[in-house]
């Protein structure tokens, strides 16, 4: 089977005086449709800046990212913001939600930004919210939704394109462990209901148990754990 997404020997650099700071070290890593990864890492560990690559949002100083076979850093600036806005949804640990947009226009904003009409972008917008359970809820403002319920509109906006894949930043850090577990369930649910990878990176060791493969970022290098779901052998990014 063909990889959805891969990197390959993936390294990230950066100055910082008369020190080069190596992030991330030859990482190698592959992810198919459908499939629900978390990386595990310690603050500071490179997991972000790896999210930032795979999203296109930041550039490797080698390597590769291919999507579907095609290297995402052969495209131009145009085609790389095509590719954010039609193949990837983004979650973070702080929701950034617009706080001035009610919860269907925060999600139906990347249909928007992708120039469907507003009729058909604000129905859309309603069946991914009521999919997570915020049908009642379309007209309130971040402000006026509990932590989990604007988790819940991020995953939405982040679903609301279909997207082939999900990039996630924390996204139960800033959540108690009863919200967590909320999301931990979500998360399941939608990649029963759309086949939508998943690429979750976290310190939280309970919700990466509940995903398929588990991979840990250890000071710029990545290697498989044993599966949540398998017996799967330790492989390392050499």
């Given at each position: 089977?063909?990889?959805?997404?891969?990197?390959?020997?993936?390294?990230?650099?950066?100055?910082?005086?008369?020190?080069?700071?190596?992030?991330?070290?030859?990482?190698?890593?592959?992810?198919?449709?459908?499939?629900?990864?978390?990386?595990?890492?310690?603050?500071?560990?490179?997991?972000?800046?790896?999210?930032?690559?795979?999203?296109?949002?930041?550039?490797?100083?080698?390597?590769?990212?291919?999507?579907?076979?095609?290297?995402?850093?052969?495209?131009?600036?145009?085609?790389?913001?095509?590719f954010r806005n039609r193949q990837l949804g983004f979650?973070?640990?702080?929701?950034?939600?617009?706080?001035?947009?009610?919860?269907?226009?925060?999600?139906?904003?990347?249909?928007?930004?992708?120039?469907?009409?507003?009729?058909?972008?604000?129905?859309?917008?309603?069946?991914?919210?009521?999919?997570?359970?915020?049908?009642?809820?379309?007209?309130?403002?971040?402000?006026?939704?509990?932590?989990?319920?604007?988790?819940?509109?991020?995953?939405?906006?982040?679903?609301?394109?279909?997207?082939?894949?999900?990039?996630?930043?924390?996204?139960?850090?800033?959540?108690?462990?009863?919200?967590?577990?909320?999301?931990?369930?979500?998360?399941?649910?939608?990649?029963?209901?759309?086949?939508?990878?998943?690429?979750?990176?976290?310190?939280?060791?309970?919700?990466?148990?509940?995903?398929?493969?588990?991979?840990?970022?250890?000071?710029?290098?990545?290697?498989?754990?044993?599966?949540?779901?398998?017996?799967?052998?330790?492989?390392?990014?050499?």
């Amino acid at each position: 089977m063909s990889s959805l997404l891969e990197c390959i020997n993936l390294s990230k650099q950066y100055q910082e005086g008369e020190s080069q700071i190596e992030v991330l070290k030859q990482v190698n890593f592959e992810l198919q449709v459908g499939q629900q990864v978390a990386i595990l890492g310690n603050s500071g560990s490179g997991k972000s800046t790896l999210l930032h690559i795979l999203g296109a949002l930041d550039n490797p100083t080698s390597g590769q990212v291919l999507f579907k076979g095609e290297d995402i850093f052969k495209f131009n600036r145009k085609q790389q913001a095509a590719f954010r806005n039609r193949q990837l949804g983004f979650v973070y640990q702080l929701h950034h939600l617009l706080p001035e947009f009610s919860a269907l226009e925060n999600v139906a904003m990347p249909l928007l930004i992708g120039k469907l009409d507003k009729k058909s972008a604000t129905t859309r917008a309603t069946e991914i919210l009521d999919r997570v359970g915020l049908s009642h809820r379309l007209s309130h403002k971040p402000s006026q939704l509990s932590g989990g319920e604007r988790q819940r509109v991020a995953f939405a906006r982040a679903l609301v394109t279909n997207p082939a894949i999900v990039l996630a930043d924390e996204p139960t850090g800033n959540l108690d462990d009863k919200t967590g577990e909320t999301i931990y369930q979500l998360i399941g649910e939608l990649r029963q209901d759309f086949n939508t990878s998943f690429v979750v990176v976290t310190h939280d060791r309970q919700l990466a148990a509940k995903l398929d493969t588990v991979w840990e970022l250890t000071s710029g290098t990545l290697r498989q754990q044993v599966s949540s779901r398998s017996e799967t052998a330790v492989v390392t990014n050499v």
